[in-house]
């Protein structure tokens, strides 16, 4: 069964750090672009951030960028996503997502998400 | 940026009603759109890629079309199961979903 199973989110405080990690199984990891998107509670959905299956193609979304940082271990089928600086307005549900195997170094639809990990940041 | 619109931001319908969602892009995506669903405490579900390619196992009464700056979503037979919030997505480059359009029964 393909499947993404999140961890790591929590309560942190304002200005502090976390790590989210997705476990992928299923599927052949190395070979799928992979995604974070967030939603805040009762709001809708923002992407976060991408990675192209080697890690070389990076992007995030201007309201992360600075802050967020993602990468992968193709070896431990894993995604990740550090977060630093944290802000009340990163309270939301995180998701990873796979990417449709479509374009090459490029985002398309997401076809398969993780339960997600809820991340609050409160004092 | 590219900004995503949708239109209703609700609406309510009756079983079998035929129902359309409409997504805009502030400039044109050709045909880098997707349509997720998403039931109440669930997981976004793709439906559609690419402007009108239905997803492996989605019921044919979802459907999708537009090229450019004007998409829509057509649920020609809707169901109980078909209540839920939809979004479109730009996708291609700086990934972006539309605010969402929520379905209920009347």
């Known amino acids: 069964e393909v499947q993404l199973v999140e961890s790591g989110g929590g309560l942190v405080q304002p200005g502090g750090s976390l790590r989210l990690s997705c476990a992928a199984s299923?599927?052949?990891?190395?070979?799928?672009?992979m995604n974070w998107v967030r939603q805040a509670p009762g709001k809708g959905l923002e992407w976060v951030s991408y990675?192209?299956?080697?890690?070389?193609?990076?992007y995030y979304a201007d309201s992360v960028k600075g802050r967020f940082t993602i990468s992968r271990d193709n070896a431990k089928n894993s995604l990740y996503l550090q977060m630093n600086s944290l802000r009340a307005e990163d309270t939301a549900v995180y998701y990873c997502a796979r990417d449709l195997p479509i374009a090459v170094a490029a985002p398309d639809a997401f076809d398969i998400w993780g339960q997600g990990t809820m991340v609050t940041v409160s004092s | 940026d590219i900004q995503m619109t949708q239109s209703p931001s609700s609406l309510s319908a009756s079983v079998g009603d035929r129902v359309t969602i409409t997504c805009r892009a502030s400039?044109?995506?050709?045909?880098?759109l997707a349509w997720y669903q998403q039931k109440p405490g669930k997981v976004p579900k793709l439906l559609i890629y690419a402007a009108s390619t239905l997803q492996s196992g989605v019921p044919s009464r979802f459907s999708g079309s537009g090229s450019g700056t004007d998409f829509t979503l057509t649920i020609s037979s809707l169901q109980p199961e078909d209540v839920a919030t939809y979004y479109c997505q730009k996708y291609n480059s700086a990934p972006r979903f539309g605010p969402g359009t929520k379905v209920d029964i009347k």
């Open positions: 990675i192209s299956s080697s890690g070389s193609t990076i």
């Open positions: 400039q044109g995506i050709s045909n880098y």
């Open positions: 299923g599927f052949t990891f190395s070979s799928y672009e």
